[in-house]
């Protein structure tokens, strides 16, 4: 069992910048793999970006790619989401996940056991 605590959000002006942070705890976030996804009000949970847990491979939503990226820190087992350029459209409940389940990431949210209880980006035009 792993419990994940998002910070990081806010209200911030369109181009401007944003770290969300997800910190994990008992256990080591090493252990899985890990996603970031987001949420607009009446809609489903949509995929954003992850990071598996051995190679440390990524992947991003066309969407984001080139100005968000996603990252770990292990020994503060901590992931990251570093949002650049940030446009009115990416105003959403993001949420982080980690997933024990198979050997690579993925970008279907059924997949990831365990979440945190979101944090909100509000991006200002």
């Known amino acids: 069992q792993v419990q994940l605590v998002e910070s990081g959000g806010g209200l911030v002006q369109a181009g401007g910048s944003l770290r969300l942070s997800c910190v994990a705890s008992p256990g080591t976030l090493d252990m899985y793999h890990l996603g970031w996804f987001r949420q607009f009000p009446g809609k489903e949970r949509e995929f954003v970006a992850a990071?598996?847990?051995?190679?440390?491979?990524?992947g991003y939503a066309d969407s984001v790619k080139g100005r968000f990226t996603i990252s770990r820190d292990n020994e503060k087992n901590t992931a990251y989401l570093q949002m650049n350029n940030l446009k009115p459209d990416d105003t959403a409940l993001y949420y982080c996940?980690?997933?024990?389940?198979?050997?690579?990431?993925?970008?279907?949210?059924?997949?990831?056991?365990?979440w945190g209880q979101g944090t909100q980006v509000t991006v200002s035009s």
């Open positions: 996940a980690a997933s024990a389940y198979g050997s690579h990431w993925s970008r279907v949210a059924s997949v990831y056991g365990y």
């Open positions: 990071l598996s847990r051995n190679l440390g491979s990524t």
